[in-house]
Structure formats: C-alpha cells, structure tokens
C-alpha cells in the first residue's frame, strides 16, 4: 500500500507566477489535510478537505490560495502569483475516518522555492 | 490559545535515554502525537496517546502524559545516532487538525 504521495518534490517559481502542489491520499483515505513549514518552524494546519467538500480552511490565507480535492484525480492546492514569502515546504496529509479518532499519515512534502 | 512548547534543543550520548518535552495549553486535547522529521523528508508517526491514558510504551519509546499539568513526554531508551532528527509533538481536540510543537532538534553523539 503505497503512502501518501506528493509531487513534485520540488517547485521553483518567479515572484507573480503560479504554483500547484498535487497530493494522493493513502489508498482506502478520504480525508486530506494540507500543512505549511516555514523554515525553521513547526507546520501549521492551512485546509482539510474531503472528496469535493472544502470542511475546513480556517488555516488557509485569505487571498491568492486555493484547495480542491475532486471526485476523481489528486487534491491540488493552488497558490497564484507567489510572493518570496510563500516559500516553505507544504505537506500533504490523510487519514481513513472521521479526525481525531485516526491519525494523519504525512506525504514527503513539496518543497516551494519562489525566486 | 493553540500553543503547544517544545524545547529547541537537545543533545545526548549514544547509549544514554532521551526524555523530549512539551507543553499544551488547551485540556480538551482527545489525542497527542509524536512525530520524526528527518532532514529535507516529511513526517513519520512514531507513537500517539489517548488523552485518557498516562502512559504508552512501544519498544524504545514511552510516552508519559500529565494531563493535570498538560505536559507530555517522549523518551527514547538507548538513542542511536540514527535517532537523530527533529521531533515534534502535536495535537487534536474535537476538530480536524494536527496543532503542532515547534519542535525539538535531538542531536545523538558518540
């Protein structure tokens, strides 16, 4: 059973362009959660997202980001015209059930670099 | 508030135990977790706790829990230096997401 899987690995933009991170929950996982790690900090919680329902994006900025987790395909989170202070590595998570009863299972992360 | 402590660093000798720290601040907390990160990877889950339970043992790793204080443990018998890594502890109350320690550097020597 393959774990939770992200890509790309790593993403390098100009200020202003666009970056999409793709995360593929664990086979048989519903649930998907994406975290923010600033250099030298813990992750903070930015959505959770079940198939086609956004449950909670009180973590998520309030402008130029958005998550989709579709019916079918990956969940993408979008960050439109980066600035040098989106750079941090994002990580997707995923879990079976309803959360805080199973845990989250952590991807590799993507590591954003905006030039 | 949502702050859960760590201590930043921590140092050991090969051989000798590890006892990493942290402090939460809400008493609803239902789960407490403990995490790896080793360098430039994501996050492995070591071991969670039931915010009912004190304490949990699984092979080298016990997790005490002190609800009164809302202080948790994770100690490591016999640290090696591939235990060397960042830890964090986290959180969940009745909600969705993982809150999150600022996590502690543990450096093993020989």
């Known amino acids: 059973n393959a774990g939770v899987m992200q890509n790309p690995r790593h993403l390098v933009r100009r200020r202003g362009q666009e970056a999409r991170l793709r995360c593929s929950p664990m086979?048989?996982?519903?649930?998907v959660y994406w975290y923010r790690q600033l250099p030298e900090e813990g992750l903070k919680f930015m959505v959770y997202l079940q198939k086609e329902n956004i449950i909670d994006e009180s973590g998520m900025p309030k402008e130029r980001f958005s998550a989709e987790f579709p019916k079918e395909g990956p969940s993408i989170l979008r960050i439109q015209q980066v600035v040098r202070g989106d750079s941090a590595a994002y990580f997707c998570?995923?879990?079976?059930?309803?959360?805080?009863?199973?845990?989250?299972?952590f991807g590799p992360g993507t590591r954003l670099t905006v030039l | 508030g949502e702050d859960v402590e760590q201590s930043l660093f921590l140092s050991v000798r090969e051989g000798d135990s590890s006892v990493i720290n942290c402090t939460y601040t809400d008493s609803s907390s239902t789960y407490l977790y403990w995490y790896k990160q080793e360098p430039g990877a994501g996050l492995q889950l070591l071991t969670y706790i039931f915010s009912n339970m004190d304490m949990k043992q699984d092979q080298r790793l016990t997790v005490l829990l002190n609800k009164k204080d809302k202080h948790l443990s994770l100690r490591i018998a016999d640290t090696q230096t591939g235990d060397s890594a960042i830890y964090f502890c986290a959180e969940t109350r009745n909600t969705d997401k993982l809150i999150f320690g600022t996590g502690t550097r543990l450096q093993v020597f020989p």
């Open positions: 998570a995923s879990s079976p059930v309803s959360p805080g009863t199973d845990t989250q299972y």
């Open positions: 086979k048989g996982h519903s649930h």
